[in-house]
């Protein structure tokens, strides 16, 4: 790649020394035409500074570039503006501007935001962090979450996961702006002085004179400068005035950012045509990415336009091709210039408002060209051909200055507005996200009601005299003409100017004000429409044809929506004539907009076959839910003003009958009769014509009609309504056939249509669209039904259900003789039909239809949803519809029908309904779907039974009726409905022959509860019979009429009451007899005083008693059934014992002879205290304990045996860091790693852990081979298994499934000791190992370098230097089995490869040592477990984790036979080298004492000590001896490394009373280190601290020492050791046989022990680490913690959008993520932060587990809310975050936005997991069970 030709250091180092702003600012004033100067003067120096090569700038070339950016460039222009030096001139500015009203602070990427959901005027009003602690808001109910945008689909923007979040800066903080909140707009920081903003000083006036006019000079030329560049489109020239003196032919190969290509796309591109590194192309690709834009190429023209064909050629075959451009370098180094300026200016005018405003004027001034020629203009309308990074400077720049100042605002929300069309244009042919877009400042002003108000009319705006002359055109086109720009535009809306609508359309008074003088609705709906141009014939929208571009471009239009939303998110509190005109001009543009969806995507039955391709709905429905908030805002701001309703009311209907006009046309007309009633209607069939479910404009009809009756408009001005031309037969026509669709659905008769019918009923009835589609059809049916005759509605309705003539047949007993084969379809049409009438009489809980308060009908949700089962928040929330502010009311209501139940460490916390509110349980509300229903149904009966109650589930008591609707009760008693239920009710007495359904008996029996209720309120609130006009039960009791011949409904129920097959409804119809017998009596009685609830229960009382009689009865008979049954099998089993008496005989005596044993053999699980011993000869062995184990492969039982078939424990071995205390210690070469020796800062660690389940070796071999042939076979199909990679030896479990990489081969337990040998003493002891040593390192070294010594070493009798034939000693170092031999090799190799991360080598001398430290570390990662959970070392351990230990500690002990006995010889020798000398050894590299961790070396030492017990002869030492003085020599040396390591700390109190032995003898041992060391140990006089320190250090080592020695030796431990209780200390030191004051061992053995003392500490790396030369390690070791997390979440998120990417030049990390182990913050799921790990490129995540984690990581990903656990490179899992809401649920993605708080039980919990080394487990497990096709890339986290 070319190098850029720029002036060197040395020439711009001249101009440094030379060049003089002052001077330069003076020349500018005294010039005639400044702006010539100025432009002369960036002619000569902006090529020189900012002429940048292709390739990545130094961090020493940036620093030197911006030090002459600010010297050449911006000094001058600061020394210009301020007439003197700038640091003095601007705070003299600051001073003088006073505090700032408003906030403003900009917010940054991530940056955690604060809604009040009490006070904020809608969703978009936000406070920052610091104004939200010092406002009145943070204790109200409130909203947080981090700034960002919407979830993407992975293009350019992104390059992990299938969907990934974006998050962008942008928007500011709303404190100060009153139009923002309902109350408290201004916390404490910005709280206003008592200015009026009418007469509010213009803060240009408080500028010096001359500032002033020297600022409208340069800011003039300054921001003209950057607007003529960044709108330039010449490649090779440059603006009048900028052409440099001398042409150089120098160019940038200049690619640009799209949302079309991929990250890999663009790298191969790259790397194809520039010829660079994958790290370069990825380098380019991000800066792309983040800029917009990057230079890839520089050089000369010729150069540069090579590698722009191979780009375009390359990315020209599928798509487009990315944007390419080669351009001089003097125009790049202007452009850039132009960003550096505008930043400039954002931060310069922070310092006064009075710049601010200068700027403003300078800004909206009109150019020479006339309309649309101001800079912002041009800014504006140039957006969709600028790059991402210069949108955003801009965008920022308009942030910081109009949207800043009030008044300008206003002047650019009209400019704003009469640009939106041709924006929104733009933008949708963009392909840029919509925040980069201008458009998305929308919301900043289209959600000010008083602006918005203001849209329709063509007055100029009022703050004219502020700025020059500025006349706003009255037409709309620049609001469009922003729009259509955006939607050709191909970025995202979040790099769009239109995405400054969201800056302008959310201030009320800016919203009022563009609806009013800019007919903003018009526009905005009249925008949208012309983007959906894909009609058909009758001109609705047709979305079934749309191509790729075309489904683009319908997701660039509803952006348009979100801009109405702003719009009307706040309603009016007052009207004017003008805003009236306005809006129901908008509202008639919007029903243009809905009858264009009227009817669209009609359906017809298929019939025959099966429908060939599914037809496109998802748009569709995409379209109506994003609407849905919009409807409910039109019909909200419709009923805040009479006059707006009523003519709203008369377009929507004028509107409803154009759609309706050919309804009837063409069609049969018909005349029906039923019960005595006739109806003339037309024939419509559903099953064969075509049907819509798409009717928004007559569900807005419903809507405003139910809105005329809440505010009782219809009531006192009916003369104004056009009830006259209301037809309630087309009223109810289309909502009908809807329902009935549905119904037909249900019923399984559109089955051939596939799935995309389903899934539109699914949505219908869905939360998300039910509001305005469902729930408005029911409300339409209920209008109409209001206005017919019951009868009449009744007719129609069976005819469009195609059920007429089954009721209207002379004999009803027709439909069964006929043969119809959908008998169970028209059942199910039935059941559904009785359904809609319940639902048409019984939904009163709407404010409108029926007398009730809003709330109400969202406390009618809640306790249905309720009833089903216990809920979280969440599931209440999502079934509850949302407001536009995305409010529920849930909170103001849940509290008083539901109680709350707090979650544990599990689960979420969870609303239960309280008891009294069972009773409003309705089985058929009109929200429960059929599984819903269901369950309710379910779980209330069972509640009633728990309760003692009957099961009967009658309605609850409905609230009134308003008047326009108290006609719907007149249903219930109509004679239509009497037939229909008189018909069930005689189908239902005969108990076979399918023509009816036990849910349509139960829907019949409902409506005739719900009749009796209807009644009986009425007769409680009337004065007298005479006014009640709702006779039901008088009606019931006439006999049928035709065509029913049967008696009275009565009778039937009568009859029923007693049939035996209708059991289950016995209960409701005793209730509605009941019932029947409430009315009559209140009836009967001569008083008008309404019935009470006492007397109306007496004849309940008496069938109750009869109930109750009946089931005493019944429960007697079951219990006589019981009682013979068991006689019964008494009997039988009597018979039985007789026939097998001698089987019987013979266990009986071996129960009794195993009873007579136990009683005189004493009892070996408490032995006595003086055989509690783990170590040395007088321990107790487990010799006699047979271990008896079952495999779970082949179920056989197997006795544990070393010569015996090998069983195997399943095992997962893996690195470890969790003890670690030095995270920072680099990671060794593992082909030079010597593991003999462990530092005790245990940096890292092998840990072993089992799942428990054992096998035989070969049921296991068989097992492995057939998990790794189907592997083998599944990645021929599919991707590898991803829970456990069989390369690396990973299977699971084959019970539990538990991820697993090895075996641990199950060995007998140890012997006990021989007794009859003699137990020698240390001294003697120590002297002969030292001989035993000593010759087999001579013997050793002579048969390596084959050269004998002068002096041969004295070797102890009966010890065999070269008695080492195999064949002799194969017996005594082989005591097993081949095959337990080889699981023994196999596990060793296990452990080797892991934690080396090696190639197996059965050859090299480590296998055997890292056997025995996985051993050891997980013996003390376990012990600090119990120690830090404060449960007893023994008899608390989970079985897993004790059979783990057993057998690992007795494979341990044994897996030296299968090494050569020459290397475990030598690993003795270099162990006992650290302890003592050993004579005539040249071992010079042991390690001093602080080095070496003293319970590895314990280990180390005990399981090598038997090579060289075996080898001696004599008889005369046991190893147990050896076992017991290695044992007490290592505790002296840890005593020593403790007391090295005291450290003084503060004064204390010190124990009163006479000094203690042990406190005597721990003085004189420190006094004796004192004097061998010197000045290195502090002076202590303290011998109780001492000994304190020295218990307490010691301890661990203790603890550990006793699970090794009882595991390995099978010692059963003390009764004191099985609890927490007093003594701990003295029973573990006689459990290890140490005396309970451990400094006897160095007082009883002083003259042995004081030489080595000496040795230790005169090693010279015991003084180099004590005075600080290496890393020390204090005793006892602190556990390892996770870090501590703030208790609000929020800080978290807030230190988040702090941090930077490290390798992105200062960009804010997309993905801040925090590990859990350091809490260092990483840039994951970025390929910025990618590195290479053993040759692979991973992700930052995956990277820091290698150098914090050996492998495994624990990170919050602090934006999404998510805990990422990882496991090496190719696994991980999301588990559920630490931190709960105030309803104990996370929030995955902070999507709720509810305040989180830090739980720590369940952090405790991932502290747990971490410690207990389950993070591997849990990740398979999880992987295991989301096995999905698209996996997720871990290793890029």
Partial sequence: MAEPSRDPPSALSADFMSFSPGDTASRWLACADLQQEVYRHLAEYVPRVLCQGGGVAEQQEEQREELALQLLLLAPMEWFLLGGEPAAGLALLQQGGGAAALCGHVFKVGEPTYSCRECAADPTCVLCMQCFLSSAHRHHRYRVSPTRTRTTRTRLTGLLCPQMTTSGGGGFCDCGDAEAWKTGPSCQNHTPANRNLETEEDPVSLLPPAVEERSYSIFSIILQYAVDLLTWEQEDQLPAGLEPLQRSDSYYCMLFNDEAHTYEQVIYTLQKAVSCSQKEAVSFATTVDRDGRKSVRFGDHQFCEQAKAVIVRSTSRQSKPLRVQVMHSALVAHQCFALKALSWLGQLIQYSDGLRRVLCQVGLRPGPEGENSSLVDRLMLNDSKMWKGARNVYHQLLMNSLLMDRKFKKLFAIRFAKNYRRLQTDFMEDDHDRLVSVTALSVQLFTVPTVVSSSSSSAAPTPLSLCPPLTPDPRPQNYERLQSDFIRDDHDRQFSVTDLSVQIFTVPSLARMLMVEENLMMTIIRTFVDQLRHRDAQGRFQFDRYTAQQAFKFGRVQSLIGDLKYVLISPPPQWSQQLRTKFLDGFEAFLD??????????????????????????????????????????????????????????????????????????????????????????????????????????????????????????????????????????????????????????????????????????????????????????????????????????????????????????????????????????????????????????????????????????????????????????????????????????????????????????????????????????????????????????????????????????????????????????????????????????????????????????????????????????????????????????????????????????????????????????????????????????????????????????????????????????????????????????????????????????????????????????????????????????????????????????????????????????????????????????????????????????????????????????????????????????????????????????????????????????????????????????????????????????????????????????????????????????????????????????????????????????????????????????????????????????????????????????????????????????????????????????????????????????????????????????????????????LHLVTVAHLVQVLLTFTAGEPSMDQDGEESEEERLTCQLYGRLRDHLGRCLPDVSSGWRLWRCVRAGVLPFLRTAALFFHYM?????????????????????????????????????????????????????????????????????????LIDLPEDYSILINQASSFTCPRSGGDKSRAPTLCLVCGCMLCSQSYCCQTEVEGEDVGACTAHTFTCGAGIGLFLRVRESQVLFVAGKTKGCFYPPPYLDDYGETDPGLKRGNPLHLCSERYQKIERLWRQHGIAEVIGHAQEANQTLVAIDWQHL
């Fill in 1609 to 1681: 030796n099978s010692a059963s431990p003390p009764a004191d050791l099985l609890g927490t209780g007093p003594g701990q200390w003295e029973a573990l030191c006689s459990y290890l046989s140490l005396p309970s004051n451990l400094l006897l061992l160095y007082q009883n053995h002083r003259t042995l022990l004081e030489p080595l003392i000496h040795r230790w500490c005169c090693h010279p790396g015991v003084g180099q680490v004590l005075r600080g030369g290496g890393v020390l390690v204090r005793f006892p070791r602190e556990s390892n913690r």
């Fill in 593 to 1526: 907009l809905l009858r264009c969806m009227q009817g669209m995507d009609p359906v017809v039955r298929q019939v025959g076959q099966h429908i060939e391709m599914e037809p496109e709905w998802e748009a569709a429905f995409t379209l109506q839910m994003k609407l849905t908030h919009i409807i409910t805002m039109m019909q909200e701001w419709c009923s805040t003003d009479e006059h707006v309703l009523i003519e709203a009311y008369k377009k929507c209907l004028s509107a409803l009958s154009q759609c309706q006009s050919d309804l009837p046309d063409g069609e049969q007309p018909i005349s029906l009769s039923l019960a005595g009633h006739a109806v003339d209607t037309f024939r419509y069939q559903v099953s064969q014509e075509k049907v819509s479910i798409h009717l928004p404009v007559c569900r807005l009809l419903a809507g405003l009609h139910v809105l005329l009756s809440r505010t009782e408009v219809a009531s006192r001005l009916p003369e104004q309504l056009p009830l006259g031309e209301l037809s309630p037969h087309l009223l109810i026509e289309l909502p009908l056939r809807c329902l009935v669709l549905c119904a037909q659905v249900h019923a399984g008769m559109w089955r051939r249509n596939g799935f995309s019918l389903i899934n539109q009923i699914y949505y219908y009835h869905n939360v998300k669209c039910r509001v305005e589609m469902f729930d408005k059809d029911l409300a339409m049916l209920q209008v109409g039904a209001s206005m017919m005759d019951p009868n009449h509605f009744l007719m129609i309705v069976l005819s469009r259900f195609e059920l007429f003539h089954t009721f209207s047949a002379a004999d009803l007993r027709r439909r069964y003789r006929e043969a119809n084969k959908d008998l169970a379809q028209q059942n199910t049409l039935i059941e559904e039909m009785l359904h809609l009438v319940i639902m048409v009489v019984g939904e009163r809980y709407v404010p409108g239809v029926g007398q009730v308060e809003p709330l109400d009908e969202v406390r009618r949700e809640i306790l249905h949803q309720l009833c089903i089962r216990p809920m979280a928040h969440s599931e209440l929330v999502k079934g509850l519809p949302e407001n536009g502010n995305k409010e529920t009311g849930l909170e103001r209501v849940i509290d008083s029908v539901a109680s709350f139940r707090k979650p544990g460490v599990t689960g979420r916390g969870l609303y239960e309904l309280r008891p009294e509110w069972s009773r409003h349980f309705d089985l058929y509300f009109h929200h429960y779907s059929r599984a819903d229903q269901s369950k309710a149904e379910e779980a209330q009966r069972k509640l009633r039974r728990q309760n003692g109650e009957d099961t009967a589930l009658p309605p609850p008591r409905p609230p009134p009726l308003c008047p326009p609707f108290a006609s719907l009760v007149n249903l219930l008693q109509s004679d239509a409905l009497l037939a229909l239920e008189g018909a069930v009710l005689q189908w239902a007495g005969e108990p076979s022959g399918g023509g009816w359904t036990e849910s349509m008996l139960q829907r019949v029996l409902h409506l005739v509860a719900m009749a009796l209720l209807e009644e009986q309120q009425q007769l409680e609130s009337s004065g007298g019979d005479e006014d009640i006009s709702f006779t039901f039960s008088s009606k019931i009791t006439r006999p049928g009429e035709a065509p029913s011949t049967s008696g009275s409904i009565l009778a039937l129920l009568e009859n029923l009451q007693s049939a035996p097959h209708l059991e289950v409804h016995k209960d409701m119809i005793t209730w509605i007899l009941k019932m029947v017998g409430n009315i009559k009596t209140t009836r009967e009685r001569t008083s008008g005083s309404s019935v009470s609830v006492s007397h109306g229960r007496r004849p309940e009382e008496t069938v109750r008693d009869k109930d109750k009689a009946e089931r005493k009865r019944k429960a007697e008979m079951a219990r006589l059934r019981r009682e013979k049954v068991m006689a019964q099998m008494s009997e039988m089993q009597k018979h039985f014992i007789n026939e097998n008496k001698e089987l019987f005989q013979q266990s009986m005596e071996e129960l009794e002879a195993a009873a007579t044993t136990a009683e005189h053999s004493p009892p070996s699980s408490e032995p006595t205290c003086a055989a509690q011993i783990c170590v040395g000869p007088r321990r107790v062995g487990g010799a006699e304990r047979r271990q008896l184990v079952t495999c779970i492969l082949c179920q056989e039982e197997q006795e544990v045996r070393g010569h015996g078939r090998a069983m195997v424990l399943a095992a997962f071995i893996q690195r470890s860091t969790v003890l670690s205390k030095n995270r920072s210690r680099g990671v060794p070469d593992p082909e030079r790693l010597d593991p003999l020796f462990v530092h005790p800062d245990l940096s890292v660690g092998v840990h072993t852990a089992s799942c428990g389940h054992i096998m035989h070796a070969t049921c296991w071999q068989r097992y492995f081979e057939a998990v790794q042939q189907k592997e083998q076979r599944r990645q021929q199909r599919l991707r590898g298994h991803t829970s456990y990679d069989v390369e690396n030896g990973e299977f699971l479990c084959p019970l539990c499934e538990c991820l697993s990489n090895t075996v641990i081969p199950l060995l007998p337990h140890a012997c006990s000791p021989a007794r009859s040998l003699e137990h020698s003493c240390l001294e003697t002891w120590l002297k002969r190992t030292n001989q035993q040593a000593a010759a087999l390192d001579s013997t050793h070294r002579k048969q390596s370098h084959g050269a004998a010594q002068q002096a041969e070493p004295a070797v102890p009798d009966g010890f065999g230097v070269s008695f080492v034939p195999h064949d002799v000693t194969s017996s005594l170092r082989n005591p097993f089995s081949s095959g337990v031999s080889e699981m023994i090799n196999t596990f060793s190799m296990s452990a080797y490869k892991v934690g080396l991360k090696v190639n197996p080598n059965e050859q090299d001398p480590r296998v055997p040592v890292l056997s025995w430290s996985t051993c050891a570390y997980t013996m003390q990662s376990i012990e600090r477990l119990l120690m830090d959970e404060k449960k007893p070392l023994f008899g608390s351990l989970p079985c897993r984790q004790n059979d783990c230990l057993s057998s690992l500690t007795r494979f341990s002990s044994a897996c030296w036979t299968a090494a050569p006995i020459r290397t475990v010889q030598n690993h003795f020798i270099r162990l006992l080298s650290v302890l003592v000398l050993v004579p005539d050894s040249q071992l010079e590299d042991a390690p001093c004492i602080l080095d070496v961790d003293m319970f590895h070396l314990l280990v180390y030492s005990v399981l090598s000590s038997g090579s060289l017990h075996s080898l001696d002869q004599s008889g005369r030492s046991s190893v147990d001896s050896a076992h017991l003085h290695l």
